[in-house]
């Protein structure tokens, strides 16, 4: 199947001038500019086919707005393919738009002294949506969110979380076959985080709707995404299945283990104590040294045990080791 998504080689380069503190220099500038070249993306390629879910991370810096703002039609790339949906999205725009949603959680969409409401209502006849179905569909999304007080304030009333919610509501209203995320919960409390996981996922299954969703949220992306997408220094360092990343990048378990007798001491080959006490212990196993089984092996054949968890390491910790690499 054909991807809606096709990104190949796409690379960013902004031209920058410089120059050195002082009025000397500021004057300079003004006749002999020195410039410099910032390589945002240095050749970003990946598909996503329809009715995908997929989290797009990555560092401060990395390249991530760039794609979106690319992708969403916003700025052209310097070189490389782009289409979406059959579209270059900063050539057709405008045809474009009718068929994404966008929520850049550090800019608004709404209009700062008007209630989000009336945005609702211009999205209506910006994207040409019949009456019982803009109605039909505003109602499930305000009882979605809870926002049915919200949504009849100015915007600049509301916190930031009363605002994200929705700025999400006007994204999604005209039901776009894809939708970007860049940081969408930012601002909402946990209970107003999981209704908006519930939403994400439920619309995905109903309409087949691709999200690509890009957050420092990382619970966020194990709770949505099977797929992932990492970047750093503007190229694609992973693109997989999310939990395959710890297999990738990580090479260590913990192992908790309850004892039956107290326990007088211990040593394993690649393991490290973390925490002890005298009948549980805390360890990290090296699996590039010892498999798992081998551990389980050494403790069933060498000590009364009465429990063992092994679990892997927080996703947290996968991403900054890829981000370090």
């Keep these: 199947m054909k991807p809606i998504i096709h990104v190949k080689n796409l690379k960013k380069v902004y031209k920058t001038h410089t120059r050195e ?11 002999f500019r ?11 390629s990946f598909d996503i086919g329809e009715g995908e879910l997929v989290g797009f991370i990555g560092p401060n810096g ?15 790339p310097s070189s490389g393919e782009l289409e979406v949906l059959g579209f270059s999205p900063w050539k057709e725009r405008v045809r474009y738009v009718k068929n994404i949603g966008v929520v850049f959680g550090q800019k608004t969409s709404l209009f700062w002294d008007l209630p989000p409401v009336d945005a609702f209502y211009l999205n209506k006849v ?13 109602n499930f999304l305000i009882k ?17 979380g009363e605002r994200m919610k929705c700025e999400i509501i006007n994204a999604v209203l005209h039901n776009p076959r894809i939708v970007f995320l860049d940081e969408p919960t930012i601002g909402l409390d946990v209970v107003a985080k999981d209704k908006f996981r519930e939403f994400v996922l439920d619309v995905n299954k109903k ?12 619970q966020d992306i194990e709770r949505l995404c099977k797929r992932v997408i990492i970047i750093n220094h503007g190229l694609i360092v992973y693109d997989g299945d999310i939990s395959k990343i710890k297999e990738k990048f990580l090479n260590y378990k913990f192992i908790k283990v309850k004892f039956i007798d107290k326990i007088k001491s211990f040593k394993f080959k690649g393991c490290k104590i973390i925490e002890r006490s005298d009948y549980e212990l ?38 900054q ?3 370090r690499k």
């Design 21 to 31: 503190p002082g009025v000397f220099s500021a004057v300079k500038s003004l006749f």
């Design 34 to 44: 020195k410039y410099k070249f910032i390589h945002a993306l240095r050749g970003v």
């Design 62 to 76: 990395a390249g991530k707005s760039t794609t979106i703002k690319a992708l969403a039609g916003i700025l052209y």
């Design 126 to 138: 910006l994207y040409d949506i019949p009456d019982n179905k803009f109605r039909s569909r505003l």
């Design 144 to 160: 979605t969110f809870d926002a049915e007080d919200i949504v009849k304030k100015p915007v600049r009333d509301l916190s930031l």
């Design 207 to 218: 309409f087949k709707t691709t999200f690509l969703v890009t957050t420092h949220d990382l």
């Design 282 to 319: 805390s360890l990290k196993l090296d699996v590039k040294q010892q498999p798992v089984k081998a551990l389980i092996n050494y403790l069933l054949v060498n000590f009364d045990v009465a429990d063992i968890v092994v679990s892997d390491p927080p996703i947290e910790d996968v991403i």
């Design 321 to 323: 080791k890829v981000f």
